[in-house]
Every structure is written in C-alpha cells, then in structure tokens.
C-alpha cells in the first residue's frame, strides 16, 4: 500500500466523499454528477489496488468537517501517526511476502535442477532443451533476435506470452534480462529451450510489474526463430 499515491487520489474525489453513506439520495443526472461518479470509481478501484484498508465513511467525515467548517476530531500529530503506523505495517506484509516469494523460488529451483534433462550453468540459470538443433551459429549479445517465448510464474500462472498474442518478438540480445541474455547467446536459430531462470538473473528484489511479485523465478518457454540480419 503506496499511502503518497492515495491522498492525492482521495483529495480528487471530494465531490463524491461528501456524499457516501448515503447511497440511496445519490444522483447521477447531470455532468458534474456523473464525473464526480467517475472520479469515485477511480479512487476506488486505485484504493483496491493498493490494498488500501481505508474507512470510506471516516474520508467523507473529514471532508463534511472542512467544507461545513467544524472543528477537527482528530490532531495532526494523530493523523501523522496512523500514517506512519499502516505504512510500516504495509511495508511488513510487503516484505513478508518477498520473503516467501524469495524461498518458494529457492526450493523450486533446487528440486528443478535434479531433474533429468535439466542443466544448471555456472550462473545459476536452468535449460532444458525440448528442440535441438546439430547445426547453426548462436547470436552474439550485440545481435538481433526473433522469438516465440510463454512466460509463467513458478506457479504456472501465464504473465507473458508471444503464443498467446500470435505474433513474435524482435529485440536485441543484451536488452533482455541476464538470464534470457545467457541462454540466447547459447541457443541456434530453431531450437526451443524451456528456461528456470533466478530471480537475480531476472527482476530480483524489484517487481516489474503487478503480475510478477518480487523476488520471483520465472520459467519461460523460448523458441529463437532467427537471428536478424540488417
């Protein structure tokens, strides 16, 4: 829960707030209505993704104190420290769940590497080769690449895919990360690899993106279809 981001956002929908918790003498006839509605919705759906555990009635109450100009219920050195107290603990959870993440991957790719058919590089990046090829010349990191890749979480949960989308990716070799940069460099044009990659070899400690957590392994299927030639 990101607390900076969610006062602005609650500040904009002051048009909405003084209304809440009386649903049933909201109106929504007019324009200003209507994108006072929209701008609820926004706030809302921003709240839920950060996990917000925000009394709705409690902002609508601060905002009718101001706007009628009744005294404050609360001290800003109250306020200041309810603040600081959910954002430590939000950091806790936060840190609780990179913690598991981080182990879930540790034990996945310990059990992985003793698998048959599965190698393991001195980085630490896991192959397994499901389509070989005898000949071919592997890309340099400064080349051009065009592959065909299905991304998932160690849980199989599908983050990214260029199956899925049917249409290829182009990029170079070095402008992905460690792990596909290893692995490409070691493939030949036509050869399907499914990659176990570490989370150091991949985001590590950051998240990229909601879809995958920090401290996350991924597992990609990679099919290098070409190497470009300009």
Not at 65 to 77: H, I, P
Request: with cysteine.
């Amino acid at each position: 829960m990101k607390l900076v981001k969610i006062v602005p956002a609650i500040a904009l929908g002051t048009l909405l707030l003084t209304g809440c918790g009386q649903e049933e003498k909201v109106k929504l006839e007019t324009n200003a209505q209507k994108m006072s509605y929209g701008i609820g919705l926004n706030i809302g759906r921003q709240m839920q993704r950060e996990g917000a555990e925000l009394d709705a009635d409690a902002i609508a109450a601060g905002i009718r104190d101001v706007m009628a100009g009744a005294e404050e219920r609360l001290s800003m050195e109250e306020i200041q420290s309810a603040f600081m107290a959910m954002q430590e603990e939000a950091e806790r959870k936060q840190k609780a769940l990179d913690d598991e993440a981080a182990q879930a991957s540790k034990d996945f790719l310990a059990e992985n590497g003793k698998r048959e058919g599965v190698k393991t590089t001195e980085s630490g990046l896991q192959y397994e080769v499901m389509t070989a090829v005898e000949e071919g010349e592997s890309p340099a990191a400064t080349d051009r690449v065009r592959v065909h890749y299905h991304g998932t979480l160690i849980s199989g949960e599908v983050f990214d895919s260029s199956v899925e989308r049917g249409e290829p990716a182009e990029f170079p070799v070095n402008g992905v990360i460690r792990g596909w940069i290893e692995a490409l460099q070691l493939m030949k044009p036509g050869e399907k690899w499914k990659l176990f990659i570490p989370a150091e070899l991949a985001y590590g400690a950051r998240s990229p993106s909601p879809a995958i957590p920090a401290n996350s392994a991924l597992v990609f299927e990679v099919e290098l279809l070409e190497i470009v030639k300009d």
